[in-house]
């Protein structure tokens, strides 16, 4: 693992929070980030239509 992921804040709590965070856990979250993220523009897309 890299000590400095780009695009994240260099806040002390986001190091603590990452670390103690198991990578697991971030991917399920980012996947779950991203199926919302769908699922909005999917929803506006049919609002548009």
């Known amino acids: ?3 400095s992921t780009p695009g994240l ?6 190091a ?4 103690a ?8 979250l ?3 980030g991203s199926v919302a ?3 909005s523009a999917f929803r506006h897309k049919r609002i548009a239509d």
């Open 16 to 19: 603590v929070v990452s670390m």
């Open 30 to 32: 980012a996947m779950i």
């Open 37 to 39: 993220r769908e699922r």
């Open 9 to 14: 804040p260099r806040w002390n709590e986001t």
């Open 21 to 28: 965070l198991p990578i697991q856990a971030r991917q399920t």
């Open 1 to 3: 693992m890299s000590g």
